[in-house]
């Protein structure tokens, strides 16, 4: 074997040892109380430096690596969390297009979900969610024309209407809603679901596309 497989073997493992050592040591260092206070710190400053931004921001939290676009046309309520690496756009087009994202009261926005609007999504109170949820308004152009012709970041961003999530609904992992559909009150969605048709008040919803499963009351 080359002398250099060897000189990347032996860094490797000696960048390997040196953070598991370092990891060790933090516990011992680093009472696992002063990482969460650490982490509070940390939402605490991201969220005052960025409120005022927002078209208007309650008494809620934003956790790190966060993006934002346009916060100006977002409005949050009291008691929500954004959690990590989430993204969330209010998109502003033409005068047709100009994204608006409401989201109310005590919602859970689990980590890396993605929320852009072109239209409006409104959100109601105590939403929760999983990962990777994806809630969109809008998409890439048209699918019965000479849209396909044009690279899907050159296509008109069109959107088929508004989205609305009512309260106390449960978002699982990895759900995918899409434009033009309205969720009910108390309506709880399974993981890896693709809800492209409104879903009435206190139902399970599953599948691609989503349909009910089972209701509530």
Same mark, same amino acid.
């Given at each position: 074997?080359?002398?250099?497989?060897?000189? *990347?073997?032996?860094?490797?493992?000696?960048?390997?040892?040196?953070?598991?050592?370092?990891?060790?040591?933090?516990?011992?260092?680093?009472?696992?109380?002063? &990482?969460?206070?650490?982490?509070?710190?940390?939402?605490?400053?991201?969220t005052g430096r960025m409120k005022k931004r927002f078209?208007?921001?309650?008494?809620? *939290?934003?956790?790190?690596?966060?993006?934002?676009?346009?916060?100006?046309?977002?409005?949050?309520?009291?008691?929500?969390?954004?959690?990590?690496?989430?993204?969330?756009?209010?998109?502003?087009?033409?005068?047709?297009?100009?994204?608006?994202?409401?989201?109310?009261?005590?919602?859970?926005?689990?980590?890396? &979900?993605?929320?852009?609007?072109?239209?409006?999504?409104?959100?109601?109170?105590?939403?929760?969610?999983?990962?990777?949820?994806?809630?969109?308004?809008?998409?890439?152009?048209?699918?019965?024309?000479?849209?396909?012709?044009?690279?899907?970041?050159?296509?008109?961003?069109?959107?088929?209407?508004?989205?609305?999530?009512?309260?106390? $609904?449960?978002?699982?992992? *990895?759900?995918?809603?899409?434009?033009?559909?309205?969720?009910?009150?108390? $309506?709880?969605?399974?993981?890896?679901?693709?809800?492209?048709?409104?879903?009435?008040?206190?139902?399970?919803?599953?599948?691609?596309?989503? *349909?009910?499963?089972?209701?509530?009351?």
């Amino acid at each position: 074997m080359p002398i250099d497989y060897y000189i *990347k073997h032996f860094v490797d493992n000696f960048i390997i040892r040196c953070g598991t050592i370092l990891g060790i040591c933090s516990q011992v260092i680093f009472d696992y109380r002063i &990482t969460i206070r650490f982490e509070a710190f940390t939402c605490a400053f991201i969220t005052g430096r960025m409120k005022k931004r927002f078209k208007c921001f309650g008494k809620s *939290k934003i956790c790190r690596s966060v993006d934002f676009v346009n916060p100006q046309y977002i409005s949050i309520g009291d008691g929500t969390l954004i959690q990590n690496h989430c993204i969330i756009e209010a998109w502003v087009f033409s005068k047709s297009y100009k994204g608006e994202i409401i989201i109310g009261n005590n919602c859970a926005i689990g980590e890396y &979900t993605h929320i852009t609007a072109a239209n409006r999504i409104t959100i109601g109170n105590n939403l929760q969610t999983g990962r990777f949820v994806l809630i969109t308004d809008n998409s890439h152009g048209k699918t019965d024309g000479s849209d396909l012709d044009e690279a899907p970041s050159k296509r008109e961003i069109i959107s088929k209407g508004e989205v609305c999530i009512g309260n106390n $609904v449960w978002i699982a992992d *990895k759900v995918s809603i899409m434009s033009g559909v309205k969720i009910g009150n108390g $309506v709880i969605i399974a993981a890896n679901s693709v809800v492209t048709h409104d879903l009435p008040s206190y139902c399970l919803a599953a599948g691609t596309p989503a *349909k009910v499963i089972r209701y509530f009351k």
